[in-house]
């Protein structure tokens, strides 16, 4: 488990992205996209569980535009989801995917990568693998309670590769209608 620093398309300059490398030789690379409390101790677990599945995982910060470092304890009380609510506000999340687009570039050239990636996202990230799967080149896509995604439909048509939605039957943050309908092509 390491940090790497990956450079931003923009040039505004680099952000910070948490590794993990699988023991053996790599099955692929898996980006791992943040919930709205950033690289936090959950995200790094999730990327040492696809490691031990066999993949490489990659999980950039997305806050860095606004603040380095992010990693907020969802369970340390209110002022941890205030801090989160006020970061997923103040996020461009067009420039977010395009720090993803260079997050996919660089895993695809990391050592032992065989070229595949994927994008897995949780929430805020959820959305941003939507939006991935829209506007990326990533092999496969996977959304775990993605929101505001009914917000992204229009863009549904741009998606060329697999993308699996886990939509969870009482979100309280995804309308009941989305929540019900059938997303099957």
């Not at 060329?160 to 009941?176: N, R």
């Not at 209608?177 to 099957?184: A, I």
């Amino acid at each position: 488990m390491s940090e790497i620093e990956i450079a931003a398309a923009d040039g505004s300059g680099k952000f910070a992205a948490y590794v993990a490398m699988p023991k053996g030789r790599p099955a692929g690379a898996v980006v791992m996209i943040q919930e709205i409390f950033g690289v936090n101790a959950t995200m790094r677990q999730l990327s040492d569980w696809a490691a031990e599945m066999g993949f490489i995982a990659i999980s950039p910060d997305l806050f860095w535009r606004q603040e380095k470092g992010v990693q907020l304890d969802p369970d340390a009380g209110q002022a941890q989801w205030d801090k989160a609510f006020k970061l997923m506000q103040g996020m461009d999340q067009d420039k977010a995917v395009e720090d993803l687009k260079s997050t996919i570039a660089h895993a695809r050239q990391m050592e032992g990568a065989n070229g595949k990636v994927a994008t897995m996202g949780f929430c805020l990230g959820g959305r941003l693998a939507f939006m991935t799967a829209a506007r990326t080149d990533a092999d496969a896509n996977v959304s775990y309670y993605g929101v505001g995604i009914e917000g992204l439909l229009g863009e549904a048509g741009k998606i060329k590769a697999p993308l699996i939605l886990h939509v969870a039957e009482k979100d309280k943050f995804v309308p009941p209608r989305l929540r019900r309908r059938s997303w099957r092509g």
